[in-house]
Nanobody
């Protein structure tokens, strides 16, 4: 499966963005999908993940209550709605897919899209 992430941009603190992760190739419904983010000099950080059915979701603690992950398997797209953005949410956001169980570990994911930059100014 090939993934493409888009929807990043620059916003002020308190603003919102919606990221999309579009899949081509194999059907996205076969994969758990995760969102990760990275800033220069730091490890890639888990943000959120959703299972194939959408019934199980996991969030990193700092984004709980502000971010919402969802998926539309017919459209082969996973979304990350980001509200109440903070400067510390700044980074390059990546989506990734794995055919097994939901995971918060980046090395668990076999397929990665290119990143999309999110910049939140104070």
């Amino acid at each position: 499966v090939q993934l493409q992430a888009f929807g990043g941009g620059s916003v002020q603190a308190g603003g919102s963005l919606r990221l999309s992760c579009a899949a081509s190739g194999r059907t996205l419904s076969s994969y758990t999908v995760g969102w990760f983010r990275q800033v220069p000099g730091k490890e890639r950080e888990f943000v959120a993940a959703i299972t194939q059915s959408g019934l199980t979701i996991s969030y990193e603690d700092s984004v709980k209550g502000r971010f919402t992950i969802s998926r539309d398997n017919i459209k082969r797209t996973v979304y990350l709605q980001m509200n109440s953005l903070k400067p510390e949410d700044t980074g390059v956001y990546y989506c990734a897919a794995d055919s097994t169980v939901i995971s918060r570990i980046s090395s668990s994911y076999d397929h990665w899209g290119q990143g999309t930059q999110v910049t939140v100014s104070s």
